[in-house]
């Protein structure tokens, strides 16, 4: 059942009043603040055990909102806007000059989107004719509602499990659609260098070129080279807590065999047949296409980190520009995950 009415107002309130709040949205679900409130946004932070120079991106509920956000904004963004909002494209653009340094982690930069979820926009347009919270900014700090480096929430359950009471209010809005994060895209280089694609989503570079005629540049992963920090950018991300390792599909089956050869239980993640030799009882098996497995992924990962066995395998995902936001996803799952979670050391 989606949510009433009275569960919007009530979030409303409870925004306003600087709480927390969670809701769904296209991609995973949010874990939300007022962003132009300090004190609320250092509650997420403190919630999901977030470094402090980690940014947030603002959520906002159109484009007409987005000059209270930022300044300079060149017309690649407005077209982008008018081609994929609402929807899962976050834009970095030069911060104007009312938006908070903890939004930001301390950067000059702020990351910007309207996500297209009913209820996310339910919730943003009722945020807005409510006052739209300190300043009238509208704006709703919404990073995925889980505890930091961990997998996305894609469920309210999710939600539930991993932040309890920490969280106000959760509000469901069922199973989300596209099932990984936006894509994010730098627009505040100089004039004449190309925009950066700061992380991969179900919105494609191509996309991007035919609505503003150049190709994004893909950043390099940890690169020091002057690009904005932003979500999700971290080499340990959207990682269970047990270990987890990627494994080419020929080699899934050997693998397995060592591992039960060895006394040890593992569990598979794939999107092809398994061979009838493989024995398992924890296998999932995905769509083999990058949407259907994007939407399924996050649950997946969650299901089988709750079943006590001692290494996730998964199946490697075809190397094509259609897979890239997913094998983004999976690299980074697999170089955080079984470690501790150490906001102060993943830091860098």
């Given at each position: 059942?989606?949510?009433?009415?009275?569960?919007?107002?009530?979030?409303?309130?409870?925004?306003?009043?600087?709480?927390?709040?969670?809701?769904?949205?296209?991609?995973?679900?949010?874990?939300?603040a007022d962003a132009a409130n300090p004190l609320a946004v250092r509650r997420i932070f403190a919630a999901k055990g977030r470094p402090a120079d980690h940014p947030l991106i603002v959520h906002l509920a159109g484009g007409g909102c987005l000059d209270r956000w930022?300044?300079?904004?060149?017309?690649?963004?407005?077209?982008?806007?008018?081609?994929?909002?609402?929807g899962p494209l976050t834009l970095i653009l030069k911060r104007a000059g009312a938006v908070p340094t903890a939004v930001t982690g301390g950067q000059d930069s702020v990351g910007v989107r309207v996500p297209a979820h009913p209820v996310a926009l339910a919730l943003?347009?009722?945020?807005?004719?409510?006052?739209?919270?300190?300043?009238?900014?509208?704006?709703?700090?919404?990073?995925?509602?889980?505890?930091?480096?961990?997998?996305?929430?894609?469920?309210?359950?999710?939600?539930?499990?991993?932040?309890?009471?920490?969280?106000?209010?959760?509000?469901?809005?069922?199973?989300?659609?596209?099932?990984?994060?936006?894509?994010?895209?730098?627009?505040?280089?100089?004039?004449?260098?190309?925009?950066?694609?700061?992380?991969?989503?179900?919105?494609?570079?191509?996309?991007?070129?035919?609505?503003?005629?150049?190709?994004?540049?893909?950043?390099?992963?940890?690169?020091?080279?002057?690009?904005?920090?932003?979500?999700?950018?971290?080499?340990?991300?959207?990682?269970?807590?047990?270990?987890?390792?990627?494994?080419?599909?020929?080699?899934?089956?050997?693998?397995?065999?060592?591992?039960?050869?060895?006394?040890?239980?593992?569990?598979?993640?794939?999107?092809?047949?398994?061979?009838?030799?493989?024995?398992?009882?924890?296998?999932?098996?995905?769509?083999?296409?990058?949407?259907?497995?994007?939407?399924?992924?996050?649950?997946?990962?969650?299901?089988?980190?709750?079943?006590?066995?001692?290494?996730?395998?998964?199946?490697?995902?075809?190397?094509?520009?259609?897979?890239?936001?997913?094998?983004?996803?999976?690299?980074?799952?697999?170089?955080?995950?079984?470690?501790?979670?150490?906001?102060?050391?993943?830091?860098?």
């Amino acid at each position: 059942m989606p949510p009433e009415q009275a569960d919007i107002d009530r979030a409303v309130a409870l925004l306003q009043a600087g709480e927390l709040v969670a809701f769904p949205t296209e991609t995973v679900y949010g874990l939300a603040a007022d962003a132009a409130n300090p004190l609320a946004v250092r509650r997420i932070f403190a919630a999901k055990g977030r470094p402090a120079d980690h940014p947030l991106i603002v959520h906002l509920a159109g484009g007409g909102c987005l000059d209270r956000w930022a300044r300079d904004i060149p017309a690649s963004a407005w077209e982008l806007a008018e081609a994929f909002w609402p929807g899962p494209l976050t834009l970095i653009l030069k911060r104007a000059g009312a938006v908070p340094t903890a939004v930001t982690g301390g950067q000059d930069s702020v990351g910007v989107r309207v996500p297209a979820h009913p209820v996310a926009l339910a919730l943003l347009r009722a945020y807005a004719e409510a006052g739209g919270g300190l300043g009238g900014m509208c704006g709703l700090a919404a990073p995925s509602a889980n505890r930091f480096g961990r997998i996305s929430p894609t469920d309210a359950a999710h939600v539930r499990e991993e932040l309890g009471n920490s969280v106000s209010l959760v509000l469901d809005g069922g199973r989300c659609q596209v099932g990984i994060e936006s894509t994010i895209l730098d627009l505040t280089r100089d004039d004449g260098e190309p925009p950066r694609l700061l992380r991969p989503g179900r919105v494609t570079p191509e996309q991007i070129a035919a609505v503003i005629g150049v190709l994004p540049e893909t950043a390099t992963p940890q690169a020091d080279d002057g690009a904005p920090r932003v979500s999700g950018s971290l080499a340990a991300h959207y990682a269970p807590a047990t270990p987890l390792r990627l494994v080419a599909s020929a080699r899934l089956a050997g693998l397995v065999d060592e591992l039960r050869q060895a006394g040890r239980r593992s569990a598979i993640l794939c999107h092809s047949e398994l061979p009838g030799g493989v024995a398992t009882p924890a296998v999932r098996k995905l769509a083999a296409d990058p949407r259907g497995y994007a939407r399924a992924l996050y649950a997946a990962l969650r299901e089988l980190d709750q079943m006590a066995v001692d290494l996730i395998v998964v199946e490697d995902v075809p190397a094509t520009r259609a897979w890239a936001a997913v094998a983004d996803r999976l690299r980074r799952a697999a170089v955080g995950a079984g470690q501790k979670q150490d906001p102060a050391r993943s830091r860098h």
